[in-house]
Each structure stands twice: as structure tokens, then as C-alpha cells.
């Protein structure tokens, strides 16, 4: 007997991050899954222009994709690959869900780019850099917006 997969009705933060993103890049995230779906046909080059204008460093980027990279993508108008849109995504993701926990992006920018002990001294914007790590910056803000500091 064959198990359908359904997911469950997204937490209010959750929503509102969604909401988020479809505000900043017109992605329409419903589960999990439209964000595998996202990184598997490329993201935009435009995605981490956008970033910049919420807290990011061009040089903070770099791990996403090369500078020389993103300006050749975006004058071909060509996607980013499925590695640079998860990376894309990811951040942008955990961005939005940051913007949302503090409701001001100019506290959640504070937030992003401080050192926590929690992570052994990284920022959450250099935790993010690997899937373990943006797995922790999502467990933070899960707490924060939850009342647990």
C-alpha cells in the first residue's frame, strides 16, 4: 500500500516567510519540496543582486556564486546551477525567516551577521554556508520566535 505525502498546514512563521519570498523573488512555497523544486530548474541571477538589498555584502555572497559568474549569468540570462540556486535559496530563506522573527530587517540584519556562541563564534550569515550550519540558524530563530532565548 503506497503512502501519500502530505504535508502539514505551515507553522504562522513559517507562512509568513513564505509570504516573504514570494514577495521579494514571486516564489510560491507551499512545502519543502518547491524549494527542491526551485534550486532543480535555477534560480535567477537577480536573487543574489536582491540579497544585497537586504543586509548582504556582495564578498558575503561569494560562497553562493563567483562575482565574475553572476555578471556573466545575468548579460546571457542564463539560471544559476542546482548548487548555486540551493545556495541561493538557502540563504534567501533564512533571510526572509529572520525579517520575520524579528519583524525589522534591520534587527535581523544585526542578528545575521553577530557572532553567537551557539555556534561556536559564527555568524549565522557564516553558518549558513553549509546545510548543517543553516540548519542550526533555522533552529535559532525557531527558538527566538518561539520565546526561548
Known sequence: MAMALEEATPAPTTQRTSNTLQEWFGWRINSELDYSRLARQGVSPDVVIKLQAHG??????????ASRTLSHRAKKGESLTRDESAKAIRVAR??????????????????????????NGLS?????????????????????DNGFF
Open 124 to 144: 549565522p550569515k557564516e553558518a549558513m554556508q553549509d546545510e548543517f550550519g543553516a540548519r542550526l540558524v533555522d533552529q535559532m530563530l525557531k527558538k527566538i
Open 56 to 65: 548582504f555584502k556582495r564578498g558575503e555572497l561569494q560562497w553562493v556564486i
Open 94 to 119: 533564512l533571510t526572509a525567516q529572520a525579517e520575520t522573527v524579528f519583524a525589522n530587517p534591520e534587527k535581523a540584519h544585526r542578528w545575521l551577521s553577530k557572532p553567537k556562541r551557539q555556534l
